[in-house]
């Protein structure tokens, strides 16, 4: 734990200075906590992308223990306004698996879906190796055939990872090089599936009804997968994030949210927006560019390294 604390606290550096560090500078100049000082954080969590609602959440629960405990010191309010922050995240962290958890089924079919430039070709080489390294024999299916340049990023990421891919021509059929794809892990004994698809706006209703064909697909071959859908978010894309994730749900079910580029946003907030608006935990997180600089979001390292100096 103190390992994973330390190491997320270097990669947050930027992102907790900024959100937290913002409304500490404004809480010292004051002499007590007035209704200027809570409109003044309300602007910092707003600019953050903590959401309309989530700040009003965090500043109504803050008020209500303010004025519970009598508390107008600045110092001590700051104190109680990371606490109430904390546990609107650590209150959220239902007993989720852990994402790299022995998979339940073999093979293990997770899906990846997003807009283009959130790096979700990354995440994938990321999650590939990630499972190679616990030793399972892990699959990519190579299912953005839209886009030639797609096709050999990806098996870039698969060679890094040292893992095998499935890949077919640019402008093949995306569902029938992910059935071939899922077939052949089957009749050879993989563990773990990964399957990129095109990076789609998620207003294009062509592109996102593909989806809802490759999600039928997969199932004619393995009824209850795909066991995970993920839908790939850049942390610094704000508001945009909450309508993709509407949107891409409606074409396939999502199960979770990996959030990319975190250590490079101003913009932490996001974090609490994404899991109260979405009801969708947020399962990975993105902090590096490095090939292990993507770990499984889990609520109480974060809180520690995101709030505790």
Known sequence: MLNIVKSLKEKLSKTNSNLMGKIAETVKKKKVIDEETLAEIEEILLYSDTGIEMTEIILQRFREQLKKDKVTDPEIAQIYLTDVMRDILLSEDEEIPDFF???S??????VFVGVNGTGKTTTIGKVAYKFSQMGKKVLIVAGDTFRAAAIEQIAIWAERAGVAIVRSQPDSDPAAIIYDGVNAAMARGYD????????????????????SKIDRTIKKLIPEAPHEVILVVDATTGQNAISQAHNF???IHLTGIALTKYDGTSKGGIIFNLKHNLKLPV???GVGEGIEDLMPFKAVPFVKAFFEE
Do not use: C, F, W
């Open 283 to 285: 399962k990975l997180l």
């Open 249 to 251: 749900d409606k074409s």
């Open 192 to 211: 773990i599936v990964l399957i990129d698809t095109a990076g789609r706006q998620h207003t294009k209703d062509n592109l996102m009804k593909e989806l």
């Open 101 to 103: 958890a022995e998979p």
């Open 105 to 110: 089924v073999k093979p293990y079919v997770i």
